[in-house]
C-alpha cells in the first residue's frame, strides 16, 4: 500500500478557488478503483498550507491516477495559486 | 478530526533499530482511544525516510498521547539515530 502526501503552500487570497479545484478532484479521485483514501486536510498553524494525504492500492493506481483528465485538470487550475512548489512524497507501508 | 505528519531522517546504519523504537511505539500508541489510525512508512526514494501518518479523534487525544509514558519513551529512544532534525505538522481535515 502506497501513501502520497502532497503539500501546496498557497496565496493567501487563493484559498476557497484552490478548495474549490481540490474539492472537484476529491470526488473524482475517490470513485478510482484503486483509490483507499484522499483526504485533504490543512495546517492549523497556517491556513495556506493545504495537504492531501493519499492512499493507494499499487503503483498501477497511482499510475493512473496521474494519467486521468481530472488530475491532469486541476494540476493546471491549481498553477496561478501557488506560494511554493508543491511538495509530494512518496512512501509504501512499513507497518 | 486531526493528522499528524512526523517525519523522521534516521542515520543509514540505524533503521533497524529506528524500526524497533517505532514498532513498539505504534503497538501502544493504536491502543489509545482517541488514536484514529497511526501507520509507518517509509519513503519509496530514500529508505531513511520514515514518516509516521497519524489520525486523531481531537486535541484531548494528542495531548493524552504527548503526555504518555510510551511516546516520550520513544522520543528519548530515537535521539541518537536522527541525521536531521524530525518534522511534525498538524493539521485540521477540511473534507
Redesign the interface.
Given at each position: 500500500m502506497?501513501?502520497i502526501?502532497a503539500k501546496f503552500t498557497v496565496k493567501d487570497d487563493s484559498t476557497d478557488e484552490v478548495?474549490a479545484v481540490l474539492?472537484e478532484l476529491?470526488d473524482e479521485t475517490r470513485r478510482e478503483p484503486g483509490n483507499i483514501s484522499y483526504?485533504?486536510?490543512?495546517?492549523?498553524?497556517d491556513p495556506t498550507?493545504?495537504?492531501v494525504?493519499e492512499q493507494w492500492k499499487d503503483q498501477e493506481a497511482i499510475d493512473a491516477h496521474n494519467a486521468s483528465a481530472h488530475f491532469n485538470k486541476a494540476l493546471t487550475a491549481l498553477e496561478p495559486y501557488h506560494a511554493a512548489p508543491p511538495v509530494i512524497?512518496?512512501?509504501?507501508?512499513?507497518?
Open positions: 502506497y501513501q502526501y478548495l474539492g476529491i483526504q485533504l486536510f490543512q495546517s492549523t498553524g498550507i493545504l495537504t494525504f512524497e512518496v512512501y509504501t507501508l512499513v507497518r
